[in-house]
């Protein structure tokens, strides 16, 4: 699945650490600690407030004692209950904890290399936990995998934001970190904080992982992910600028005739690891396209966005991932298909200037483009091109069909193209051949 977004909003327990991790760790390191606390910490305007507010909410005297305000306090816990005040005491003591080393937190396996490279990709990070701020920051100050603190942007609890499943909350969020909701993603285990969320206009996803609570649970029309590995999140600055660029050279090559009516498709690839093509969506008049009318394809050009992506996303993929390309062009333009109609077994030429535009000789330097048949399974067109590929012919021709040119970018891809378009006309209308096969 990709998203582009330019914040991403996370979740902590279920959704960066087990649950166990919260219950079976976190709770039973404070629990036998906040008795102590309360009684050597009584001096401390945030314990003192935090005690009145267990006093008041807990139906206590306002005078009540350590051992009642306590009772309440792990009466809470047993029922995990998400009040300021336990979530505050219980910060400061997980706080301490993490300083000295006794605690650490552990993600999932999934979670720190994701973190790093959406942060590496510009992305902006923020969380949003029923866990006190304090209690975040030292979460993530010691973990399996280090500091990781320097990687968020913003933290959010219950006490800053709101509540989690409170639609309102989310638009505090977004209001505080300055962001539009539409371009932000929550990612939370919990379904009623992602209908909040959405609620809210927020983008939000699902994280169904393998045995935790919300596992099984009814995530209703929210797109789930069971690991960070199946996401792909792309700035979302960055997928409209690739939109904008493959809207712009399909408009060229739609004035030029090549892409007559719906037909061809262009792709830049986004991400090499794993495999992620930005690919014009199928359908559509292909002059006027918008910077919204893409699709991201994954290696096999299966699409991991909202659309329907045109079958031959598959070979665009197989062409990325075997020649390395930065962009594929796909067009009908008409010279490349008669000359692959009279020479099946290859396009040679040789002994042109415009070879240069290949990226070769102009004498003494022969190139043939390869010709495969045509047909409906991509993997078995993607085999034949894997076939007859190399490196220094960056073009393949399907018979009866269209062209394919590929380049480091579009720009690159539209030259070739244009080069190769005029080699084979000229090709065509120089030859004394004679045709394998009569052309149609």
């Given at each position: ?8 909003l ?35 305007p ?28 792990h ?50 990070l923020?969380?949003f936990?029923?866990?006190?701020v ?9 973990t ?9 942007s ?48 927020w983008?939000?996803?699902g ?23 199946e ?34 498709n ?5 991400d ?19 910077e ?10 299966d ?29 009908h ?18 002994g042109?200037?415009?070879l ?37 012919v ?15 970018d ?17 090709a ?13």
């Amino acid at each position: 699945m990709t998203v582009g977004v330019d914040l991403v909003l996370l979740d902590i327990e279920g959704t960066l650490t087990p649950t166990e991790q919260v219950h079976a760790v976190l709770y039973d390191y404070a629990r036998p600690r906040l008795g102590p606390w309360l009684d050597e910490h009584a001096d401390s305007p945030a314990v003192a407030e935090a005690v009145a507010q267990v006093r008041s909410l807990g139906g206590l005297a306002p005078d009540a004692g350590t051992g009642d305000v306590l009772r309440v306090l792990h009466g809470w816990m047993d029922a995990d209950e998400k009040i300021a005040a336990l979530k505050t005491l219980q910060g400061m003591i997980w706080q301490r904890g993490y300083a000295t080393g006794e605690l650490v937190t552990e993600f999932f396996a999934d979670v720190a290399p994701a973190l790093r490279a959406w942060h590496a990709a510009g992305l902006r990070l923020a969380v949003f936990s029923s866990g006190s701020v304090t209690a975040q920051v030292a979460a993530f100050s010691r973990t399996t995998d280090g500091d990781v603190t320097g990687l968020f942007s913003g933290h959010f609890d219950t006490v800053t934001a709101g509540p989690k499943r409170d639609g309102s909350s989310y638009r505090t969020i977004a209001a505080e970190l300055g962001v539009d909701p539409a371009r932000a993603v929550f990612l939370t285990d919990v379904p009623a904080e992602l209908a909040a969320a959405a609620a809210a206009g927020w983008r939000a996803i699902g994280v169904a992982r393998p045995g935790e609570p919300y596992h099984g649970a009814d995530f209703g029309p929210a797109r789930t992910v069971a690991s960070f590995d199946e996401l792909t999140l792309v700035p979302a600055a960055r997928l409209l600028a690739a939109g904008r660029e493959l809207a712009a050279e399909a408009a060229r090559y739609a004035g030029l005739g090549w892409m007559r009516g719906t037909a061809g498709n262009l792709s830049v690839t986004l991400d090499r690891d794993p495999l992620r093509l930005a690919i014009t969506a199928s359908g559509l008049d292909k002059g006027e396209l918008t910077e919204t009318d893409v699709i991201v394809v994954d290696g096999r050009g299966d699409a991991v966005s909202a659309g329907v992506p045109s079958a031959e996303a598959g070979l665009h993929a197989r062409i990325a991932a075997v020649a390395g390309a930065g962009a594929v062009v796909h067009v009908h333009a008409l010279a490349p298909v008669l000359a692959a109609e009279r020479w099946p077994d290859g396009v040679r030429l040789s002994g042109l200037e415009m070879l240069k535009g290949l990226g070769r000789g102009a004498h003494d330097d022969p190139v043939t483009i390869p010709v495969i048949a045509n047909g409906q399974d991509m993997r078995a067109l993607g085999d034949a091109f894997e076939r007859g590929f190399r490196s220094d012919v960056p073009a393949l021709v399907v018979a009866g069909h269209g062209v394919y040119v590929w380049g480091e970018d579009l720009r690159q891809a539209r030259h070739r193209l244009e080069c190769l378009e005029w080699l084979c006309r000229f090709a065509l209308e120089t030859s004394t051949d004679k045709p394998t096969k009569e052309l149609r």
